[in-house]
């Protein structure tokens, strides 16, 4: 009876025949006496009209629970056997709850399996410059869930997007910097000149000397001369 009644309390979300009665499981006799009539009260058949089978089914549960705690042996046995009971359902339950983690992680890993395969298939093709819409039929056709291939598609155009563009923008910046690196001519040009102008000031001037050379041999030519006398010669007509 006490086996039975334990067997029947363990398939039950191990509720015990303390629970049964509402008491602890240190409750003295006393207590359980008192618990055990309070419980025999509320659910009497005959104080549950209109429910009597549920009210029937619960207080006999109630009767048996108290047979065997009223009784100093049988509930000795039982909180042992209930010991026992509780110890190999708790290693069931623990086995119970090893082997459906380990069905979830392989389960887990199979499905991550498949989703790096698919992600791995739409990134060739979108190596090989198809589009989103492309990757999305592909994974269709791979039998792949529509709301995933959505979603591997969108991800996989974005990051090819943003891919593109980071190279361009590493081009552009590789092609600006061999420009900053590339020698001025125009400016060196430039400084030279400026450092020969600078030079010259520190010599006679040839362009200058040319200068003063031609305006002496204007000086020495004849038409000079003759307008030297020219001029004289009005001068002389005034005074």
């Not at 991550?112 to 090989?128: I, K, P, Q, T």
């Not at 006679?204 to 020219?230: C, F, I, Q, Y």
Request: one cysteine or more; proline letters at 2%.
């Amino acid at each position: 009876m006490v086996r039975n009644a334990i067997h029947g309390e363990v398939e039950q979300a191990m509720a015990t025949l303390y629970d049964t009665l509402g008491v602890q499981t240190y409750a003295t006799d006393e207590e359980i006496k008192r618990a055990y009539r309070k419980a025999a009260m509320k659910w009497h058949p005959d104080r549950n009209s209109g429910a009597e089978e549920v009210a029937r089914a619960t207080f006999q549960e109630i009767k048996d629970a108290y047979a065997i705690l009223s009784d100093a042996a049988q509930r000795k046995v039982y909180d042992a056997v209930y010991a026992e009971q509780m110890r190999g359902w708790e290693a069931q339950r623990a086995r119970q709850q090893k082997a459906q983690a380990e069905r979830e992680a392989s389960v887990r890993a199979a499905d991550e399996a498949a989703y790096a395969e698919l992600v791995s298939l739409a990134m060739r093709f979108a190596d090989d410059g198809h589009n989103r819409d492309v990757l999305f039929g592909v994974l269709l056709g791979r039998r792949c869930e529509a709301k995933r291939a959505a979603q591997i598609a969108d991800s996989v155009s974005a990051l090819q997007a943003a891919r593109r563009e980071a190279e361009k923008a590493a081009a552009a910046a590789e092609a600006a910097k061999k420009t900053v690196d590339v020698p001025d001519v125009s400016a060196k040009a430039e400084a030279t000149t400026v450092n020969d102008d600078a030079a010259d000031r520190g010599t006679p001037d040839k362009h200058t000397n040319s200068g003063k050379r031609e305006e002496s041999a204007s000086d020495a030519h004849p038409a000079g001369v003759l307008g030297g006398l020219w001029f004289q010669f009005l001068n002389g007509l005034r005074f």
